[in-house]
């Protein structure tokens, strides 16, 4: 079928707006409702990847409209694979939320599937699309929603959050949008591939050399990377934890996806690395966001807070890994993308259910939890072994190809700073299972060794994390042939 | 050299793994879930030993799982010296296995169903070392091993496991991010390969300074090989039941960091680029230093258990010193020590915690008259001393005989003199408590409130006994070992 590539994107689009009509007629149906949508999503976007491991790119003309004055979906063996990766992840934390949105916003249920499912066409569509406007549009309907859902959480603390999250969020929506503006000016055109066309010809001029910094700076506002990065914590701890299960592993993976589209497609390998001397300092920035990122979540004492701060050090890493201009680096940092999607995917089930059991995570909530809550635990090691990059998990293979990056570059210092967060992490996570593990449970018994009884989560969240957490043994064994498949063949 | 591929290799590394949802699945009945263990542990030990003869006609068994990136994948390859460790790891896991519900059930321990299955974990991990075909695999098990094992240290979950834990953490963990993993890194960027081969994998690309830092990266990384500075999480560490303190730091987690050091030198570096480099020399003093000073520390530990610790910490860097001389004869008493030392000290270990059991006791200062009530154990620790100090009729003898032959080989005599002196050294920490054990009085405590005090259960007695008579007919029979070595290193 050759809609496969729309299919993904227009089919939660069209079951969040039904699941919203649902909400006055019957609430109950909207959850299977947004399911079956993502399901639809999930296996189009598999469906895409098979297709263009197949036989190369897909371009879809909406509406039969040519470009560049139509939109156009471009879909390639990068994008394929984060369309596969946000699809499913959304797909699964929407499986596992069932239980955990009826205790978190039952009175609001019908219209949180609805926004829910908003927010992933927008990353979705984000992913798939070949136009810069049209991106631009996307990024707003993933933002706009995220806003909405952070308020939803904690009473009196979300809504703050969520107001910071606009603040920021909308000053970078509009440095992006100045951005596309430059580049129309110079070029006309607002189709990826036609504006990569007419730069490349064109002598370099500071039109284009604004237009980079001001949609790369938009970008970078919008993935947190450190020192923009204030509201993510707060926005991430404070929204319901459905929420931060899939705006954590996702959101700010995407926009590091938009950064390496706008580095490689948009304005060229040439244009970023020889035209512009940027990319050391730039490496210097990711080097001090993940030593900063590392070392103020050292400083939380709220599990929740302590992995968005883990994010702001990880998005280091991705940013790190792009900019070192070469081929190792960005393959280091495209892993990156899926492994810690999938590890931050993982890590957040693990939280979430810990909070459906005993709704707290400050770090002092956590005593006893190995006794308590065996399995989940059993999972949230597994994804902080892959943060902390221990062999086989998928976070050691992508450090891997991030170092080799750095030592064929000389950028000592970055590299120095991965291994430093590997300890910082290290540390991070032990001290919690230090609390988990020593620490008698608050209402046990008096013997700190009877742990009590075991109260697990519902076993449809169980069987979610598990799954995600052996997927990341998985990701990590067959890191090589994600590699060699896709990535080498995508960066050519 | 024919290589036979197979899928044996895995099979040896996994079956203890996947005896652990079958553990857990059957920890409300002890006697089943003792019982899978020994069906897994048998089960890789004759796995183990089908794999002997090809080895023993200088065969190689190879089986490469998952290719990470050209030059690094995920692969096995047993050759001589993986034989020689996985065989002598697979063979204790059983016995440790008995001693192990002897003494949990004799103390009552909590939680043994956890205790059991990091166990396993932990042993998979140490034969998955034992069998990497490339640095990448080995740093996989390397890891695994270090956090299999945190919870078996920290077992008793109290403040002073904490403590410990923490300290075993940082030091293990550490050093391996922290030094092991720039510096495989390093080697990856440098040559394309982690594969490792007797003839190094550097040609050439490697000046001395770079290769000098190098090496000492690795030595100092591989912490798990107790080498002074990085060597304090290892007393830390006994406070650990002592099944673990006997299986894991007499024989796997420790002879897992010295297994890690040799690999590096032969297979990494190379004896050839070594000697050219005239590197033995640097390794050889740092292990000097471990040898004495721990021996001396030794000396003045009160607690048994802390003793031994100590005395493995200098044992081990034996092994190191022996590698580090560069000689055929200096690397074969090296390896041969990873065998003489392991069942020597296994002894010692179940020795002490059969004693702890049986009375309680854990330092030496109270042991006096116990030889008399409880006098297999102290017969099976004179034959442990025996084996550590490096004395016939014990195995130990053979490795120290080679070592000392190896530094007149390769004409380090100043060298020799550490081991003879290190050796008194072992003797003087030693035969006292088997002296005091017979001879000595019991203390004022017995005397005022005699308390019958007999041989610990049969379970934790006979596993000693075993470990005493194979460290005995290891000194009449050490041919397989020799040969295995011989193979591995082709001398």
């Known amino acids: 079928m050759d809609n496969y590539p729309v299919l993904i994107v227009v089919a939660p689009l069209i079951t969040a707006l039904l699941a919203g009509l649902f909400v006055w007629i019957e609430e109950r149906l909207s959850y299977p409702i947004v399911l079956a949508g993502l399901a639809v999503s999930v296996f189009s976007a598999i469906n895409v990847l098979i297709q263009v491991l197949a036989s190369g790119s897909i371009q879809y003309k909406m509406g039969g409209w040519p470009p560049p004055i139509g939109i156009e979906y471009r879909i390639d063996l990068l994008n394929a694979m984060v369309l596969c990766l946000v699809s499913g992840v959304a797909f699964l934390n929407l499986i596992a939320s069932c239980r955990s949105v009826k205790q978190e916003i039952s009175d609001r249920a019908g219209s949180y599937y609805t926004i829910y499912n908003l927010f992933v066409t927008g990353l979705l569509g984000v992913t798939a699309t070949g136009d810069l406007f049209n991106l631009y549009v996307l990024i707003e309907i993933t933002s706009l929603t995220s806003y909405a859902q952070v308020a939803m959480g904690d009473r009196d603390r979300g809504p703050l959050a969520s107001l910071n999250y606009i603040f920021i969020g909308v000053i970078g929506a509009s440095f992006y949008l100045l951005g596309v503006g430059y580049l129309y000016i110079q070029t006309g055109s607002l189709n990826m591939a036609d504006v990569a066309a007419i730069i490349k010809d064109a002598p370099a001029s500071s039109t284009v050399l604004t237009a980079f910094i001001l949609c790369i700076l938009g970008i970078w506002i919008k993935m947190a990377l450190f020192p923009m990065h204030v509201w993510l914590p707060n926005a991430y701890s404070y929204s319901p934890v459905v929420f931060s299960r899939v705006v954590a592993p996702l959101m700010t993976k995407v926009m590091v996806y938009v950064m390496i589209r706008l580095m490689i497609t948009v304005f060229g390998y040439d244009y970023v690395f020889k035209t512009l001397h940027l990319a050391d300092a730039v490496v210097w920035l990711a080097t001090i966001a993940v030593l900063a990122g590392g070392i103020m979540a050292l400083a939380q004492k709220n599990l929740k807070k302590m992995l968005a701060y883990i994010i702001v050090c990880e998005i280091g890493y991705m940013v790190g890994g792009a900019w070192l201009g070469n081929r190792l680096g960005m393959t280091g940092a495209i892993l990156h993308i899926l492994n810690d999607a999938l590890m931050t995917f993982a890590l957040f089930l693990g939280v979430g259910n810990i909070i459906y059991k005993i709704r707290n995570v400050d770090l002092t909530d956590l005593k006893g939890l190995f006794g308590k809550m065996p399995w989940t635990m059993g999972g949230f090691v597994l994804a902080a072994l892959s943060i902390i990059g221990v062999p086989p998990t998928c976070g050691f293979f992508s450090k891997w190809y991030l170092l080799l990056g750095a030592l064929e570059k000389g950028a000592y210092h970055f590299a120095a700073a991965l291994i430093i967060s590997s300890l910082i992490c290290a540390v991070l996570f032990f001290k919690v299972f230090e609390i988990c593990f020593f620490e008698p449970a608050l209402h046990g018994l008096e013997n700190p060794h009877s742990h009590g009884a075991i109260e697990e989560a519902p076993v449809s969240m169980l069987i979610i994390s598990g799954l995600v957490s052996l997927s990341l043994i998985a990701a990590g064994f067959y890191s090589g042939t994600i590699v060699n498949r896709i990535i080498i063949p995508f960066l050519g | ?491």
């Open chain 2, 1 to 491: 050299m024919e290589t036979v591929f197979s899928i044996k290799p895995l099979l040896a590394v996994l079956v203890t793994l996947f005896a652990v949802p079958v553990i857990i699945s059957s920890s409300g009945r002890p006697n089943v879930r003792e019982s899978w263990i020994f069906v897994a542990g048998i089960i890789k030990f004759l796995i183990v030993c089908s794999m002997l003869p090809d080895i023993l006609e200088g065969k190689q068994i190879s089986l490469t799982l998952f290719e990470i990136a050209p030059g690094a994948s995920l692969a096995f390859r047993v050759d001589g010296l993986g034989m020689l460790f996985a065989l002598v790891a697979s063979s204790l896991y059983i016995i440790t296995s008995v001693y192990s519900i002897g003494y949990m059930r004799g103390l009552d321990e909590h939680g043994q169903t956890r205790f059991v299955s990091f166990f396993a974990v932990a042993l998979s991990a140490t034969i998955g070392v034992a069998f990497s075909a490339n640095l990448l695999t080995l740093y996989l098990f390397y890891e695994i091993l270090s956090l299999a094992t945190y919870p078996l240290v920290t077992h008793h979950q109290d403040e002073i496991s904490k403590i410990s834990g923490r300290k075993y953490l940082v030091f293990i963990l550490g050093t391996s991010i922290a030094l092991v993993l720039p510096a495989m890194i390093y080697c990856y960027h440098v040559t394309g390969t982690l594969e490792f081969s007797p003839a190094g994998i550097f040609t050439g690309q490697l000046p001395k300074p770079a290769a000098t830092v190098l090496l000492l990266m690795f030595v100092f990384g591989f912490a798990k090989a107790g080498i002074m500075p990085f060597h304090s999480w290892l007393p830390a560490a006994m406070v650990a039941p002592t099944p673990v303190s006997a299986l894991l730091h007499a024989v796997a987690v420790v002879k897992v960091g010295v297994f890690s050091i040799v690999r590096v030198m032969t297979g990494i570096f190379g004896i050839r680029l070594l000697s050219d480099y005239n590197l033995g020399i640097m390794v050889m003093i740092i292990a000097s230093v471990t040898i004495l000073v721990g021996s001396c520390i030794a000396l003045s530990q009160d607690e048994l258990k802390r003793r031994l610790a100590f005395s493995t910490i200098s044992q081990l860097s034996y092994i190191v010193f022996g590698v580090a001389l560069l000689s055929p004869q200096g690397l074969l008493g090296g390896v041969i020590h990873i065998v003489m030392h392991a069942f020597g000290k296994i002894t010692l270990f179940f020795c002490a915690g059969a004693i702890y059991v049986a009375t309680g006791k854990k330092y030496i200062s109270q042991m006096g008259g116990l030889g008399k009530k409880m006098p297999l154990t102290f017969a099976a620790f004179f034959i442990g001393s025996l084996g550590v100090i490096g004395l016939p009729p014990s195995g130990g003898f053979y490795s120290k005989w080679n070592l000392i032959i190896g530094t007149l080989e390769a004409q380090q005599t100043v060298f020799m003199i550490v081991l003879l002196i290190s050796s008194f050294l072992n003797a003087f920490y030693f035969l006292p408590i088997v002296y005091r054990g017979f001879f000595g009085k019991s203390g004022e405590e017995e005397v005022n409130r005699p308390v019958k005090i007999e041989e610990a259960n049969l379970r934790m007695v006979i596993p000693l006994i075993i470990t005493a008579i194979i460290s005995v007919v290891l000194f009449f029979y050490p041919t397989v070992f020799i040969n295995l070595i011989k193979v591995g290193l082709g001398i």
